[in-house]
Each structure stands twice: as structure tokens, then as C-alpha cells.
């Protein structure tokens, strides 16, 4: 077909729709060295029997599909992104400009030491720097996003349990969570092979701790908990919570999704936490997302350093060197090849080389502030549950009057945000608030900004009580119109494949 952006539908077409039969984008020479190669070397099993169907395309044509789809695509450098619970704050462009320096694009992982001293030296820093902020006393830097790193919180508890506790070890099957938890702590626990039990909020959007009482005994492993909570509310009885789970024999572990509203003022470690999980792409400010490498942390405690993966970066003084030091007999084993993904590493190296001490503060401060006041300002046309106290980072909104008066969702707002310039907040999350907008502003967006999107939001709500049927089918200015995103998630469609040939098969395509 065209090589153009619109297909016959008005969809934006896919490469194999763009693919032309014959196309090539590199047309190397033909060879002069003898092929000796024989497909008959391996078993029939492992031999294709038809040729790979693979898009055919010349260069011009990749540029052209990649770039429109840059430009329908929305990102913070484009324009504000409230994602509750995400903290899509800017990615400054020195951290990138430093990851790019040949020098770094050029390492090796299997390189000798020797000739590798100022990587291992930044990982050696980063791993420092991590642990001081969150008082825990070492890190790995191994899994390749924070999922990775959640499960690995968990394997830590329970290699922790099986270590010190052997003949009770396998009664220790729970792991406790809150209701208004991020839905990756019970995803990462069910992996993990743990039974996941909910501990219910209170009241006051905090962990009910009478519940928790109830809850805890010998068949508890640990409880995890992001603070502050997802309605941006901090626990106030974290030491109190502390004490329960640990008098029970578990584990205190951290989420480390909004740190952002703490870090470099308060420590998980002075909280009671054991576990430290950290998303490099939140709090220090690495890259979201695109499909492109993460980066997870997991710090702890020193009872629970032995079950670390390695290697590990250790710093000989004597000789002034950096040298990898492999895990002990204790550890749960590797999560990857190799050491984790070094350029996202580097990148929160750089930022917060560059921000110090002081200046981590200083965005912990300025988060809070907008938060509260994107909140304070919205008040009038939204509830917003939980507010007889400051929030931090993020606060919850709820459209649940919106929704009795009118009809229209959360979501329906949020489609109407689109349409004048915003991405949306979260829509339906935490679970305990009806209607949930959940809005993180992150501390570096402007006061006009901040306006900005009070004034849209204001402006969505209003046209839900007089233009609500605009509402419904929004948004309108989008790339894509309303999708139908309950049939999306029930009938999941992630890869492409052929129309069935007349014929029979000539090729070989992918299997459903």
C-alpha cells in the first residue's frame, strides 16, 4: 500500500500494511566469500520450513511510519501529564546529553575491569547516594524496571523467612496490602506465590490499624506500603505499623512509587522499613516508558544484604580501585544478564549529582506545594475527599456528583481534558475513592501551567452540567476518537497477522 499516515480506514497503518512486496530499504553487495553454511547441521525441529513474513519497506518508508508516530504520540516534553502515582516530572536534558557522551555509548559489558574504572564508579556512587537517601545500607541495581525490582522485594522476604526461620518458613505464606494499594504490590505478590490479604483504609484514607491488628500472626511474611499512600496522604501511624509487622515476624516492605514527596526529607529506614523498592523514572527522573530499557532498585537492611543478587561494585582503597564483587552463598540468584541497564543508571546519576542534597529537598517541597494548591483550586467544582489536612505530592478527586447529576464518568472528564491540551490525571484509581481523578502536578511545572489546567479541568466539569452528550463522545480533537476500551482489554489483539491466503500458506507468520 501508500507509504502514507492514513490507511483505508483512517487508521494509522501498521508497517506490515504499509509492506510492499520486493521493497528493501539496503541493498548490500553480493557476496564474494563462499557459503558454508548447511541448514542440514540442525535438528528438522529447529529449522523454519517457510521464510519468516517480515515487512518489506525501504528506509524512507521506516522514517515516515516512526515519525508520524512521534507526532501523534503525547509526552512530558510536549505538554503537562498529571498521571497520579507516575510522577511524569521533566527529564532534564544535560542527564541526557551526559548519557550520550561516546565514552558511555561505547562500554562493553564484558570489558576487563581495569578499563571500565569510571562506569564502576558511578554505579559504585549511585548505589551510595540511593542508600543515604533512603537509609538503607546496600542496593542492587540489577532489575531492569520496578517490577522487576518488586518481585525481587518479595524473593528477599521470603529467602529471609527460609534463612532465619526454616522449620516455620513455609507457614509464612500472606503478604498483607492496603486497599488503596498500587495494583502492581498484590500483581507482584501473587507471583511471588504469596496469598494476598487486603488491610482496609480508615476513615481518614490511612492503613486501618485495628484491621491490621487483625490481620497479622505467624502465617504473615511482610506487609508492603507505599508512603505517602496513593491519595496522597502520608501514614501517620507508620511506626505503629512498623511495630505490628515486625513483632509478627514479618517485613516492612516499601513501594517506593511516591517518594518524590519525601526524599531528602524523610527515610524509609527511620520509618521501619526493610525493604526499599525505588522507581528510577519517578523520583529521579529517568526516562518513562516507550518501550525502551527501565530501571529498578531494591535497598535493604543489613540482615537482608546477603540475599542480594551480584555482582556488585565494592571500592578498594589500598589500590584505589573499583572492582565487581560476585553475590554470596545466601543470595536469591541473578534477575538478568549482566549488571542492569547502565544509560537509565547513569542518567539518575546525573540527576542527582546535580541537584545535591539541598536540591532534592527542594523537590520534594515544590511537589507538595503544587499538589495542594492544583487541589485547593479545584475544590469548588470537585470533591475532594480526605482534605481537612495537607497532601503531598498527589491528591485524589472525585466525580462522584458529576456522575449522580449527570450521568457521565470520571473518565468523561478526563477524555474532555484531551480535547484542550492535557494529558488526563489517573481516572478510576485508588479503588476506594468513587470516581477517582487522581492528579500528580510534579514539581516542574510552571504556576501557569498549574492555572492552565485548573482552569480546563473547571471548564470540563461545567460542560458536564450543561453539555454533557459533548462529554460522552469525547474527545474530538485527538488523533483517535472514544475508544472502546472495555472490548480492548477483553479481546487483546498484540500482534499482527495475515489475511488467510487462497491458497495455503506461503510463509511463515506469527502464531495467535
Excluded at 112 to 141: K, N
Amino acid at each position: 500500500m501508500s507509504s502514507t499516515n492514513q490507511g483505508a480506514d483512517g487508521a494509522y497503518p501498521l508497517l506490515f500494511e504499509r509492506s510492499v512486496p520486493g521493497r528493501r530499504g539496503v541493498l548490500p553487495p553480493a557476496t564474494t566469500v563462499p557459503v558454508a553454511w548447511n541448514p542440514e547441521r540442525l535438528p528438522a525441529s529447529l529449522r523454519r520450513a517457510r521464510a519468516p513474513l517480515l515487512p518489506e519497506l525501504s528506509e524512507l518508508d521506516v522514517v515516515r511510519h516512526y515519525s508520524g508516530l512521534s507526532q501523534r504520540n503525547w509526552g512530558v516534553d510536549l505538554g503537562f501529564y498529571p498521571l497520579g502515582s507516575c510522577t511524569m516530572k521533566y527529564n532534564p536534558k544535560v542527564n541526557e546529553a551526559i548519557a550520550a557522551l561516546p565514552g558511555w555509548q561505547r562500554l562493553h559489558p564484558y570489558q576487563p575491569e581495569q578499563t571500565v574504572q569510571g562506569a564502576l564508579q558511578i554505579l559504585f556512587e549511585l548505589e551510595r547516594d540511593l542508600c543515604a537517601l533512603t537509609g538503607m545500607a546496600q542496593a542492587t541495581l540489577q532489575p531492569s524496571a520496578g517490577a522487576q525490582a518488586e518481585l525481587l522485594g518479595l524473593l528477599l522476604i521470603r529467602a529471609h523467612h527460609q534463612h532465619h526461620d526454616p522449620a516455620h518458613a513455609a507457614r509464612r505464606r500472606q503478604i498483607i496490602v492496603p486497599d488503596s494499594a498500587h495494583g502492581t504490590n498484590p500483581a507482584s505478590a501473587a507471583a511471588a506465590g504469596y496469598e494476598v490479604v487486603q488491610v482496609r483504609s480508615n476513615d481518614r484514607g490511612l492503613v486501618d490499624v485495628k484491621h491490621l491488628k487483625e490481620l497479622v500472626g505467624p502465617q504473615t511474611a511482610g506487609l508492603m506500603l507505599t508512603n505517602p499512600n496513593t491519595l496522597g496522604l502520608f501514614e501517620e501511624d507508620i511506626e505503629t505499623i512498623a511495630e505490628i509487622i515486625h513483632a509478627a515476624g514479618g517485613l516492612l516492605y516499601y513501594d517506593g512509587a511516591n517518594l518524590n514527596a519525601i526524599v531528602g526529607i524523610v527515610r524509609p529506614a527511620d520509618m521501619g522499613f526493610d525493604i526499599v523498592h525505588l522507581n528510577l523514572h519517578k523520583t529521579f527522573s529517568t526516562p518513562h516508558g516507550g518501550g525502551g530499557p527501565g530501571a529498578g532498585v531494591i535497598a535493604v537492611t543489613p540482615p537482608l544484604a546477603p540475599f542480594l543478587p551480584g555482582p556488585r561494585v565494592e571500592y578498594d582503597a589500598a589500590k584505589n580501585q573499583y572492582h565487581w564483587r560476585a553475590a554470596g552463598p545466601w543470595t536469591v540468584g541473578r534477575l538478568r544478564e549482566f549488571y542492569g541497564n547502565f544509560g537509565v543508571l547513569l542518567r539518575a546519576w546525573a540527576y542527582i549529582r546535580s541537584l545535591g542534597a539541598e536540591g532534592l529537598r527542594e523537590v520534594a517541597r515544590t511537589a507538595v506545594l503544587n499538589a495542594n494548591y492544583c487541589r485547593a483550586k479545584l475544590q469548588d467544582c470537585l470533591e475532594v475527599p480526605y482534605a481537612d489536612r495537607p497532601c503531598k505530592h498527589e491528591f485524589v478527586a472525585s466525580a462522584r456528583e458529576v456522575h449522580r447529576r449527570t450521568g457521565l464518568h470520571a473518565q468523561d472528564l478526563a477524555k474532555g481534558l484531551l480535547d484542550r491540551g492535557f494529558h488526563a490525571p489517573t481516572v478510576a484509581f485508588p479503588l476506594i475513592v468513587e470516581e477517582a481523578l487522581m492528579c500528580e502536578p510534579t514539581e516542574t511545572e510552571s504556576l501557569q501551567t498549574l492555572d492552565a489546567f485548573v482552569d480546563a479541568l473547571q471548564q470540563v466539569v461545567h460542560l458536564a452540567y450543561t453539555q454533557p452528550d459533548e462529554l460522552r463522545t469525547a474527545p474530538h480533537r485527538a488523533p483517535v476518537g472514544r475508544l472502546d476500551e472495555v472490548l480492548a482489554n477483553r479481546h487483546l489483539k498484540l500482534r499482527w497477522l495475515p489475511d488467510p491466503p487462497a491458497t495455503g500458506p506461503t510463509a511463515e507468520g506469527p502464531t495467535p
